[in-house]
T-cell receptor, first 114, second 113 residues
Framework: GAGVSQTPSNKVTEKGKYVELRCDPI?????LYWYRQSLGQGPEFLIY????????DSGLPNDRFFAVRPEGSVSTLKIQRTERGDSAVYLC????????????FGPGTRLTVT | AQSVTQPDIHITVSEGASLELRCNYS??????LFWYVQSPGQGLQLLLK??????LVQGIKGFEAEFKRSQSSFNLRKPSVHWSDAAEYFC???????????FGAGTILRVKS
């Protein structure tokens, strides 16, 4: 079946602009995660959704970052007033159940802020 | 707080040689441990996982890992490396009913012919 998909695959934006990154999880997966991977680093947790609600947003670096999942499926990560330090690969993952912990990752969106 | 250390940033092995990638974790309860592989331009693919039971776990592509609680380690091994194994490998720790995985910084594997 289809895996996790993310769009766009690449996004270049100017400093100060607003961007939205989209994630389509595996059908039926109730848990959805966003991670950020900077160059030379492992992925770092941003936010976790169980269904429609953000159950844990402790990894969001500041209030410029926000994510939604209004119908419990597709999620959008929103970044306001982008900064050059936001440049990274943004990864989305989903899992079938909260207790399964087996997360399936999408290919990521590479965000470059110029 | 949870943390994962992968001491080797780069490892180079000859094709056909054995491989061991090191992973040490810090976690206050029973850890759930994972190894993922990431090829250039690709997403993370799960190689194997340890939740409980037998401490030697088998994964895909001929990989295995051994959980050693006394050493807080979960090293990844493969008896004979293939050129297609060249990639970056990440160890991660999570928890039952946890909200996230904590990843190490990764080990880049280079395979020389």
């Amino acid at each position: 079946g289809a895996g996790v998909s993310q769009t766009p695959s690449n996004k270049v934006t100017e400093k100060g602009k607003y961007v939205e990154l989209r994630c389509d999880p595996i059908s039926g997966h109730t848990a959805l995660y966003w991670y950020r991977q900077s160059l030379g680093q492992g992925p770092e947790f941003l936010i976790y959704f169980q269904g429609t609600g953000a159950a844990d947003d402790s990894g969001l670096p500041n209030d410029r970052f926000f994510a939604v999942r209004p119908e419990g499926s597709v999620s959008t990560l929103k970044i306001q007033r982008t900064e050059r330090g936001d440049s990274a690969v943004y990864l989305c993952a989903s899992s079938a159940r909260r207790d399964q912990q087996e997360q399936y990752f999408g290919p990521g969106t590479r965000l470059t802020v110029t | 707080a949870q943390s994962v250390t992968q001491p080797d940033i780069h490892i180079t092995v000859s094709e056909g040689a054995s491989l061991e990638l090191r992973c040490n974790y810090s976690y206050g309860a029973t850890p759930y441990l994972f190894w993922y592989v990431q090829s250039p331009g690709q997403g993370l693919q799960l190689l194997l996982k340890y939740f409980s039971g037998d401490t030697l776990v088998q994964g895909i592509k001929g990989f295995e890992a051994e959980f050693k609680r006394s050493q807080s380690s979960f090293n990844l091994r493969k008896p004979s490396v293939h050129w297609s194994d060249a990639a970056e490998y990440f160890c991660a720790v999570g928890a039952l009913y946890g909200n996230k995985l904590v990843f190490g910084a990764g080990t880049i594997l280079r395979v020389k012919s």
